[in-house]
């Protein structure tokens, strides 16, 4: 399993505890950034990168990391194929799987401890979509998707 990482400036400590967790998991990840706590950075940047790399196949899952987690997870969203799940329990990350088919977890750093953050991205990581009656609801999140997605290159 392939993960991209990536967060702000509020998420740089977090995700360097994500990185050591996947690394003692023998998980392959790839940091798009940013990598600095000093410098203010545009969270949509670093969440437009990481949903690409999901959406297009190219990373299985990805992990995001903010302030809140709340703006970045916004930002991901608008990547059509994205599914990105704001959690701070471990309920909610499975469920976001199981239920949801979520393809990446947001965070944020000054919302969650360290801990349960390492909780929370096993239970996501650990999880696997049940499929059944939620792939019809997964599919109508997709159509509501293709119904409003315009190209705007």
């Known amino acids: 399993m392939k993960i991209a990482l990536g967060s702000d400036h ?27 706590a000093d410098e203010s950075v545009d969270y949509p940047l670093y969440a437009r990168e990481v949903a690409r790399k999901v959406a297009s196949g190219e990373y299985d899952l990805g992990i995001l990391i903010c302030g809140t987690g709340i703006g970045i997870s916004i930002a991901a969203n608008k990547v059509p194929g994205v599914r990105c799940a704001l959690c701070h329990d471990t309920f909610s ?7 949801n088919n979520a393809n990446i977890l947001a965070m944020g750093e000054r ?11 096993d239970a996501f990581l650990g999880q696997q979509f049940a499929g059944g009656r939620h792939t019809r609801r997964v599919d109508q999140i997709g159509d509501i998707e293709k119904e409003y997605n315009r190209d705007e290159r």
Request: charged share 25%.
């Open 93 to 99: 990350a499975k469920a976001a799987r199981e239920h």
């Open 111 to 121: 919302v969650i401890g360290r801990g349960l953050a390492m909780e929370v991205v």
């Open 10 to 36: 509020a998420g740089v400590g977090l995700k360097k505890e994500v990185m050591l967790y996947l690394e003692s998991h023998s998980y392959v990840y790839e940091d798009f950034g940013t990598y600095r």
